[in-house]
């Protein structure tokens, strides 16, 4: 795991010192060694700048940017399978200088050019300068496990694990996008691909792009897509057969993930599906495994005791700590800094402090994300069917009348009338949209996806409403399928998982130097499960059904069959207690009147209504997103 960064000059002005305040801007990414180099081509200079955290050949030879002939290469990321892959490439005839997975990529590309990605098990984002083509390349991995930003602006290109690399390079201008704001407010993140900065983006899942530098053209080409995998033909195959080949690849995906040339650990929630990775890999270890987790003492929010009783009846060397709200506070200030763009999910809270808690003994740590995405897990799922269902039911003339009396001015009316009912306004609002009759995917999109609704944005955002900017729910080949479950699948695959939890999760690991691993977004998992029959994955009873299946084969059913926890954190609690000075400095009045891009008097009415409230009517996330963007803007903008 690293942290990889340059530019490209056209103008050929800028030195390899601002090359260096790049890579130096992320240190935390690689702390055990740093590499800068400028390289001189006909059509301007190439920058390519790399921070190491050491995992793989523990030696200097795993020094970047490294160089293969005419290609040189920054990489962050492993590549599970490269020890098959470079045998491979000796009996090809290839000779290796070091045991490095990143010598081995540009053996790879020197062999089979492009195709070599199609070749690689793992995460990565990697940069590749051609000096013979005078071509800079960028690749990520499918799933977008790994990071990788750019910037296109007048002679300048610029390519980062984080944004913050941006802002040490003399030509990068930080004008916020105001589209991408509102994204943010609607989701609690920026969507892919677009970035919070105006001209930057994130290179996608699954993506190379190509920039010529003779031509200063930027050439995208998607190489795979979660989608691709949905519209293939459903398998002929037993539910047992499934199972069992299922759980093959589970062992192969999980022991892929424990090689390393350092200590390993796994973040264990108690849950299903970091049950599901301890679990199978504990059955196949003659050693214990390491689990570490993270408990609140407030009430509905402690998972800790289920990942106790797991990791006993694992027998695995279990750590947890308890967080209190002043471990809270001494994160929160450090987010804006981590994450680079605003960020919502305050879920990030104890994931940090669990990478906290993880690096004391171990430099690489699993963490099981993606079982709901992968299984139908999550609730929202139902949700969306069962509500799609019965509007459709109600006949269009009637739609069309209660869409009618909505806009009469019934929705003020009613929340008015019921002031202390959780989330009113946004509710009705919500059920004005399902009146509309659109397809399942606007509905799952902006029913159970979106919490700022467009009428609400409009009327926080001080300046006109921007333009709504395409996102991966916009796109036709989502639309494609005809299975309802599978749609709304591959769309968290694309949207929710990549941008919120695989950044998350990034984030919070680097930060203490942690090398996260994400086992079940083994690419080969998803191609499987996406052709399984839908009810394998719901059957209608149980969510995640062939997962939980096989994971009571490890854990018994009673200690892991509960109701859905998540990773949340009692923000709602805390805001009026000790984060409560932080939400006044940063919603002052003031302060929001000369940022001139919120409304001041709709985030005070978020705010009064949360603090004299002992209901909660108030969605909390949405006071938050305020807040994480206010403290954002503090550390990046001024």
Not at 318 to 328: F, I, K, M, N, P
Not at 374 to 379: D, E, H, I, K, L
Not at 522 to 547: M, N, Q, V, W, Y
Request: glycine share 6%; charged share 25%.
């Amino acid at each position: 795991m690293c942290g990889i960064t340059g530019f490209i000059d056209y103008s050929n002005r800028v030195s390899v010192d601002a090359l260096t305040a790049m890579t130096n801007a992320f240190s935390h990414r690689g702390p055990d060694d740093s590499g800068n180099e400028v390289f001189t081509t006909p059509y301007g200079r190439v920058g390519l700048g790399h921070r190491r955290l050491s995992i793989l050949d523990l030696s200097p030879a795993g020094h970047q940017p490294m160089r293969f002939e005419h290609l040189h290469i920054i990489f962050n990321g492993e590549i599970y399978n490269f020890n098959a892959i470079r045998d491979e490439l000796i009996a090809l005839g290839h000779t290796f200088k070091s045991h490095s997975d990143t010598e081995m990529i540009l053996h790879a590309y020197q062999q089979w050019g492009e195709g070599c990605v199609d070749r690689f098990i793992g995460m990565f984002a990697f940069v590749l300068l051609d000096t013979d083509a005078n071509e800079v390349l960028l690749f990520r991995d499918r799933a977008g496990v790994k990071p990788l930003y750019y910037y296109v602006d007048g002679d300048t290109v610029l390519f980062a694990s984080e944004l913050k690399t941006f802002h040490k390079h003399p030509s990068f201008r930080k004008e916020i996008n105001l589209g991408a704001l509102k994204l943010y407010l609607n989701y609690g993140y920026v969507p892919s691909p677009h970035c919070i900065f105006k001209n930057a983006f994130k290179v996608p899942p699954g993506a190379r792009l190509k920039i010529n530098l003779k031509e200063r053209t930027v050439q995208e080409r998607i190489y795979w897509n979660a989608i691709d995998q949905y519209n293939k033909p459903k398998l002929a195959i037993s539910y047992e057969d499934a199972k069992e080949e299922l759980r093959g690849l589970f062992v192969s995906a999980f022991q892929y993930r424990m090689v390393a040339d350092v200590p390993v650990g796994i973040f264990l929630s108690g849950g299903y599906d970091s049950s599901a990775v301890a679990g199978i890999l504990q059955k196949h270890s003659s050693q214990k495994l390491k689990t570490f987790t993270i408990g609140f003492h407030e009430k509905g929010f402690d998972e800790a005791v289920h990942a106790r009783t797991v990791a006993q009846h694992l027998g695995t060397d279990h750590t947890e700590h308890y967080c209190s709200v002043d471990e809270a506070l001494n994160i929160i200030p450090t987010l804006p800094f981590f994450f680079d763009e605003p960020f919502g999910d305050s879920s990030a809270i104890p994931t940090m402090l669990v990478s906290k808690l993880a690096r004391k003994d171990v430099t690489v740590a699993l963490s099981a994300d993606a079982g709901d995405e992968v299984f139908a897990g999550y609730g929202r799922y139902r949700t969306n069917l069962a509500l799609y269902g019965k509007f459709q039911s109600i006949p269009a003339p009637g739609r069309a009348v209660l869409r009618g009396l909505s806009a009469a001015g019934v929705k003020t009316r009613i929340s008015k009338l019921l002031p202390g009912v959780y989330n009113l306004e946004t509710r009705l609002e919500k059920i004005y949209a399902l009146l509309s009759g659109a397809q399942t995917m606007v509905h799952y999109n902006k029913i159970l996806q979106q919490y700022f609704t467009e009428l609400h944005v409009g009327r926080l955002l001080r300046q006109a409403n921007p333009a709504s900017l395409p996102t991966y729910f916009d796109e036709a080949p989502v639309a494609s399928l005809n299975d309802d479950m599978s749609m709304m699948l591959a769309t968290d695959y694309r949207t929710f998982m990549l941008d919120d939890i695989l950044t998350k999760v990034d984030r919070a690991t680097m930060s203490v130097s942690l090398e996260g691993r994400e086992p079940l977004l083994d690419h080969r998992i998803l191609e499987f499960a996406a052709r399984l029959p839908t009810s394998f994955k719901d059957d209608g009873i149980a969510p995640k059904r062939i997962l939980k299946d096989i994971v009571h084969d490890y854990v018994p059913k009673a200690l892991v069959d509960r109701p859905k926890m998540g990773f949340g954190v009692p923000v709602e609690l805390w805001l009026k207690e000790g984060l409560k000075p932080l939400m006044e400095q940063y919603l002052d009045p003031d302060l929001i009147k000369r940022q001139g891009l919120f409304e001041v008097s709709e985030v005070q009415h978020l705010k009064a209504q949360y603090l004299n409230s002992d209901t909660l009517n108030v969605n909390i996330n949405k006071l938050w997103f305020i807040l994480m963007f206010q403290m954002w803007y503090e550390k990046w903008m001024n």
